[in-house]
T-cell receptor
Framework: SQQGEEDPQALSIQEGENATMNCSYKTSINNLQWYRQNSGRGLVHLIL?????REKHSGRLRVTLDTSKKSSSLLITASRAADTASYFCATDISPNYGGSQGNLIFGKGTKLSVKP | DVKVTQSSRYLVKRTGEKVFLECVQDMDHENMFWYRQDPGLGLRLIYFSYDVKMKEKGDIPEGYSVSREKKERFSLILESASTNQTSMYLC????????????FGDGTRLSIL
């Protein structure tokens, strides 16, 4: 059951530039999370934004959420080569829409490449 | 710091074998999850567990079973391995509901020959 879809699938930028990744989803959510995955490793949680929040910051990360458009964006400012990874959004689904408590649905990810 | 340990990083098994993938957490989390990750398909939930001895099917449970005899350990079992189960398997844990982050192990890359 696909819920979140990231866009673009792949993104290549130079060090120092900003990277923006988008996520769209289909049904009502309680919160949306962003994760990073380095090659061959597990996912690492970056940030969680609740449905009643519009923007959240964590260091060089800025996440926005527009529930009317069912979309979220992740902005990484002043990117570094170490930011090279795949980035995933994950949404829960409200129980009103058949969701189970604690479950997340992950998108297919955006592969970010930051060139030094 | 949260630690989720998967027993093997790489595993090679033969078709028809019974395969056990183990996941151990040290955070006393209630919820544990098994995903598989394939190129172009993202992460797909196989099974999850909210408590000891409890299990729930995810999106793709066919060909798999799970066991949670102790809170800290969640095992994924491939009853009779097939080549289409070659994949990256990821274990995750979470405390509480979907408003909590999931913590992942480093994955097991399983090849079925």
């Amino acid at each position: 059951s696909q819920q979140g879809e990231e866009d673009p699938q792949a993104l290549s930028i130079q060090e120092g530039e900003n990277a923006t990744m988008n996520c769209s989803y289909k049904t009502s959510i309680n919160n949306l999370q962003w994760y990073r995955q380095n090659s061959g490793r597990g996912l690492v949680h970056l940030i969680l934004i609740r449905s009643n929040e519009r923007e959240k910051h964590s260091g060089r990360l800025r996440v926005t959420l527009d529930t009317s458009k069912k979309s979220s964006s992740l902005l990484i400012t002043a990117s570094r080569a170490a930011d090279t990874a795949s980035y995933f959004c994950a949404t829960d689904i409200s129980p009103n829409y058949g969701g189970s408590q604690g479950n997340l649905i992950f998108g297919k990810g955006t592969k970010l490449s930051v060139k030094p | 710091d949260v630690k989720v340990t998967q027993s093997s990083r790489y595993l090679v098994k033969r078709t028809g074998e019974k395969v056990f993938l183990e996941c151990v957490q040290d955070m006393d989390h209630e919820n544990m999850f098994w995903y598989r990750q394939d190129p172009g398909l993202g992460l797909r939930l196989i099974y999850f567990s909210y408590d000891v001895k409890m299990k729930e099917k995810g999106d793709i449970p066919e060909g798999y079973s799970v066991s949670r005899e102790k809170k800290e350990r969640f095992s994924l079992i491939l009853e009779s391995a097939s080549t289409n189960q070659t994949s990256m398997y990821l274990c995750a844990t979470a405390q509480g509901g979907s408003n909590q982050p999931q913590h992942f192990g480093d994955g097991t890359r399983l090849s079925i020959l």
